[in-house]
């Protein structure tokens, strides 16, 4: 089991960002409102992450870092509409199998919390453990049993930098999570959570103003427009702001960070048409659609997606966004 769960920690995870990636997404789906993030020697050492959600009940913990055992998905008819982030009930299995591996939890309506090791996907027993309600889990010595692994690991700057991108990507999808975090001891960011419940995903000028730089809000266009029962909201940078290289794009489709080549080339392509040929265009941009129509499904590191109408989704991206920016010209 060991073995297996080793091999499917080759697909799911890569590198530490991809653990903090997966264990901040359930703490998300646990309803965390804030979550503390502590890394050591750019997570390779120690990735701890902290939550305030549900938390799990001591005797759920073994079936928590179980293979294929998932707390979000009852039925088939689920996976089509899959709100939560996870849904394989692969992902601490998997780390666990690679790591020291550690799951601490209280859930609210429990008076004890409870703990549980893994050492190199050996599963230990549960043992009470004083906790505050929700989760800590904690994965030290990441490939410390897989060398061929470990190898591939780049300088602890480079792995830090992809965990701090993903959390920016992250942090701008989720301004209503407060996120700490800290880097071999110190402090190293803290995304302040905006927790209001009228504040709607993805759409805060702060967090835009905190992760992509005061220069880009300055010189970002608003978008939001609705039709064909889409919605694409966000901004994108004006001439005063454009960049020769592709570093600042992100697009969300229902809240879940993505690439996609289609929607991609509809962006550059409205900004060519409109503005510049040959500059990228920065963006932060959110395309919402019934789930039914979009297939996450298609990799366990998720990043892609499919869409059942991809030309007209294409179509509707490029079309808002060359009007919004031809005006601007206009005007
Ligand atoms: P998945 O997220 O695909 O269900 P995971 O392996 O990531 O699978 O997690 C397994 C299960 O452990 C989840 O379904 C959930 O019930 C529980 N779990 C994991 N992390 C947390 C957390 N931070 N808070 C509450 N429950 C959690
Ligand atoms: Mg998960």
Redesign the pocket.
Known sequence: DTLINQIAAGEVVERPASVVK??V???L??G?RRIDIDLEEGGVRLIR?R?D????AAD?LP???SRH?????ASLDDLEGVA???????????IASVSRFA?M?RRIDSEHGAALDVDGGRVGAVAPKPHPQ??T?EVRDLFFNVPARRKFLKAERTELSHIEEWLRQLALARPDVELRVSHNGKPSRRWKGEGSALMETGLSEARLHEALGEEFARNALRVDHEGAGLRLHGWIGQPAYNRASADQQYLYVNGRAVRDRSIAHAVKQAYADVLFHGRQPAYVLFLELDPRRVDVNVHPAKHEVRFRDARLIHDFVYRTLQGALAETRAG
């Open positions: 997966e264990l997404e359930n703490a789906d646990a965390a992450i939550d959600g549900a938390g799990i759920e079936l928590a870092v055992a998932t707390s979000k998905i939560t982030l996870g849904f394989r009930g692969e992902a601490l299995p998997s799951l939890s929700g989760t889990v």
